[in-house]
């Protein structure tokens, strides 16, 4: 897979965990289930060290953008979360809930992905930010056909599709808005799951 290594992902990764220290994250490598980059809930983000130190910064930065969300608005997030649950299981019978629901789902999917890239700039890593926003812009749009589908793509295959895709200009990589972080810090949520595919290239 084409990579998009244009700095120090070590330097990165260390400047992303000290900022998480400060909003009462803990950050831990250890060896997730299959299919599991990273999962976190809330006070603790675990990594696997098995995936590329560039994914793992990318789905770190991700990740504080979504526990930022969690921890300044845990009524309205779980709202999120519950009603796709429930869209979902009644979407042949109402689908204008489930498009609803599914908006509503990936606005604050975007709205971690705002507070990610704010944050590769605010730790000094703006060049960071072009590798994510493709990264961050494919998983959405996976995420998505995953949700209508209920199946998830072969992520390394659709990756790769989408930045060619990408490349040709048969999609727009758009640019997310840099969203600040507030002050905050880390509080309990549900356990969070970065699902991949086992035959991604790790």
């Known amino acids: 897979m084409e990579r998009e290594m244009t ?4 330097q990165l990764y260390s400047c992303l965990e000290q900022r998480a220290r400060d909003y009462a994250v803990r950050v831990i490598s250890r060896q997730l289930p299959p299919e599991t980059p990273a999962e976190f809930d809330g006070p603790t983000i675990a990594l696997d060290p098995g995936y590329h130190l560039e994914a793992r910064c990318y789905y770190l930065a991700h990740a504080l953008g979504s526990i930022a969300q969690w921890s300044t608005d845990s009524i309205g997030t779980h709202a999120v979360f519950d009603e ?5 299981a009644s979407r042949e019978t109402d689908p204008a809930r489930f498009e609803h629901a599914l908006t509503n789902h990936l606005a604050f999917e975007q709205r971690s992905s705002e507070h990610a890239v704010w944050l590769l ?4 890593q703006d060049w960071a930010i072009p590798g994510y ?3 961050f812009r494919a998983d959405l749009s996976a995420m998505e056909e995953y949700h209508r589908t209920g199946v998830a793509p072969v992520w390394r295959e659709f990756y790769a599709a989408w930045k060619q895709k990408a490349a040709s200009g048969k999609v727009t990589v758009q640019p997310f808005e840099l969203r600040p972080v507030p002050r905050f810090r880390a509080i309990p949520i549900p356990i969070q799951e970065v699902l991949r595919t086992e035959d991604e290239e790790k």
């Open 121 to 124: 700039a605010n730790v000094g």
């Open 133 to 135: 926003t493709t990264f």
């Open 84 to 88: 796709l649950h429930e869209a979902e």
């Open 7 to 10: 700095g120090d992902f070590g």
